[in-house]
Structure formats: C-alpha cells, structure tokens
C-alpha cells in the first residue's frame, strides 16, 4: 500500500509588499486625505483621466497659463500652421485675446489630448516652477504627512492649486493620482472658472467638507473652546420663517 503524499505547505505570505489588502483602505495618507475619500466618495471619477471626467475647472490654473501663452506666441507668429502650438489650437493663434480667452473647454481638452507636445509641456514646467515647493510636497509624499493637507485644503483656493500642480508633475508623487481624484468633485462643486474665482453660492457639502479640514488644521484644544458664531440677518430671517 502506498504512503498517501503529505500535502504541500501553503505559500508564506509576502511580507515585503507595501500594499494594503485587497479592498481595504490604505492608511498613513493623513486625516485630510482620509477625509476627501470618506465624504467624497460617490462623486470621486474612476476610469481613465482626461477632458471628459475631469472638467475644466480643476485646472483652472493650468488652463490661464495656456491661454496667456497663446496669446503672446500669436503677437510674433502669424504662421497658421505653427509647429509650436498643438494642431487644434493653431487657429487660435490669430484670433483676439478676448476671443481666446473664452475658448478654455478647447484648451483644456488639448491639455489632456496633446501631453506630449512641447507646448503643454511647457505649461506644465510653468506650474511647477511657479509652485516649486508644493511640487517638492508632491513628489516626497511629506504632502499627505500631519496635518499638511488639511492646512492647504482650508483655504478657498487651495483644492484648485493642488489639482494644477498634481496635474503639471504627471500624478508621479505617492498616491497622486488618488489625490487629484479626490479633488475633482470638491473643485467642481465650488464652481470654479478659468481666472480662479468661486462662486459665492457653494453647495452646503462642499462648505461642510471645508469646515471639517479646517477644523484638522486647527490645534485640538481650539477644536473644543470655539466662540459661538454670531447670528446673521440671513439666520434671523429663516427663524422668522414659518416654514423653518
């Protein structure tokens, strides 16, 4: 009679991978981050990045820049063809300031469409230098570190900011890509235009989300002996509503 064969020992586990498990949430990416991704989460694009998910507020900053580029390269160059600008835009070279500045849906498509041409290149070295310390935030990963995160996301124009500067270093800082995911429904919803301007009327979840990081970005022991806010003429007239 044979000796039935032992069974074979199961595979040690990788102990080196710094993944988190399958469908678990990573962790060590600050409480900041941690909140976009709980509060955000529904409105968070998936799939492929580019002008279709992700709209043309959230480089807003990116987007300026372009447009100022075009318009300076169109008062030297009246070659209709140039090489220097992207094949969609060339006819934009010789049109009026004005009329290029309202044409941002078109730049902002070729910003995503034509990465690789010198003149989005360009644009994208221009943000990156213009910010160079964020940059270096970005690229280190000390973004996502304390508390950090927080403090740049209480700002208004904070989300904006970090949306073009993700976008100019090509998502290659740790988690970045998920970062900028992030902020797309949170620039949106402040309905951001091209020069860099929110509108007043953000919705309630945006301001709340807002009023939670600056609450992270404030000291734990302001966090619990905060003033009472004063009564508005907008809170007196929805108590004197009947309705409310």
């Given at each position: 009679?044979?000796?039935?064969?032992?069974?074979?020992?199961?595979?040690?586990?990788?102990?080196?991978?710094?993944?988190?498990?399958?469908?678990?949430?990573?962790?060590?990416?600050?409480?900041?981050?941690?909140?976009?991704?709980?509060?955000?989460?529904?409105?968070?694009?998936?799939?492929?990045?580019?002008?279709?998910?992700?709209?043309?507020?959230?480089?807003?900053?990116?987007?300026?820049?372009?447009?100022?580029?075009?318009?300076?390269?169109?008062?030297?160059?009246?070659?209709?063809?140039?090489?220097?600008?992207?094949?969609?835009?060339q006819a934009y070279v010789r049109m009026r300031p004005q009329t290029i500045r309202k044409s941002r849906d078109q730049v902002h498509k070729v910003l995503w469409t034509?990465?690789?041409?010198?003149?989005?290149?360009?644009?994208?070295?221009?943000?990156?230098?213009?910010?160079?310390?964020?940059?270096?935030?970005?690229?280190?990963?000390?973004?996502?570190?304390?508390?950090?995160?927080?403090?740049l996301l209480a700002g208004a124009k904070g989300a904006r900011l970090l949306a073009g500067v993700l976008w100019a270093s090509g998502f290659k800082g740790p988690h970045?890509?998920?970062?900028?995911?992030?902020?797309?429904?949170?620039?949106?919803?402040?309905?951001?235009?091209?020069?860099?301007?929110?509108?007043?009327?953000?919705?309630?979840?945006?301001?709340?989300?807002?009023?939670?990081?600056?609450?992270?970005?404030?000291?734990?022991?302001?966090?619990?002996?905060?003033?009472?806010?004063?009564?508005?003429?907008?809170?007196?007239?929805?108590?004197?509503?009947?309705?409310?």
């Open positions: 009679m044979l000796d039935a064969t032992p069974p074979l020992d199961p595979p040690e586990p990788n102990e080196t991978s710094s993944e988190p498990p399958k469908g678990e949430p990573e962790t060590g990416l600050g409480p900041g981050f941690a909140l976009l991704r709980a509060a955000l989460g529904d409105r968070i694009p998936e799939g492929f990045l580019g002008p279709d998910s992700v709209p043309p507020a959230v480089l807003a900053i990116p987007i300026g820049l372009a447009i100022e580029n075009l318009i300076r390269h169109g008062k030297t160059c009246r070659n209709p063809l140039c090489p220097h600008i992207p094949p969609p835009l034509h990465k690789d041409h010198e003149f989005v290149k360009e644009v994208r070295n221009e943000v990156l230098e213009q910010h160079q310390d964020l940059a270096e935030e970005i690229s280190t990963g000390s973004l996502l570190k304390g508390d950090r995160l927080a403090h970045s890509e998920p970062l900028f995911r992030s902020l797309v429904p949170l620039v949106d919803s402040g309905k951001a235009d091209v020069t860099g301007r929110i509108d007043t009327q953000e919705d309630e979840h945006l301001g709340s989300i807002r009023d939670k990081l600056r609450d992270l970005d404030r000291p734990e022991s302001d966090r619990y002996n905060q003033p009472a806010r004063a009564t508005t003429s907008r809170d007196r007239s929805r108590s004197a509503d009947p309705r409310t």
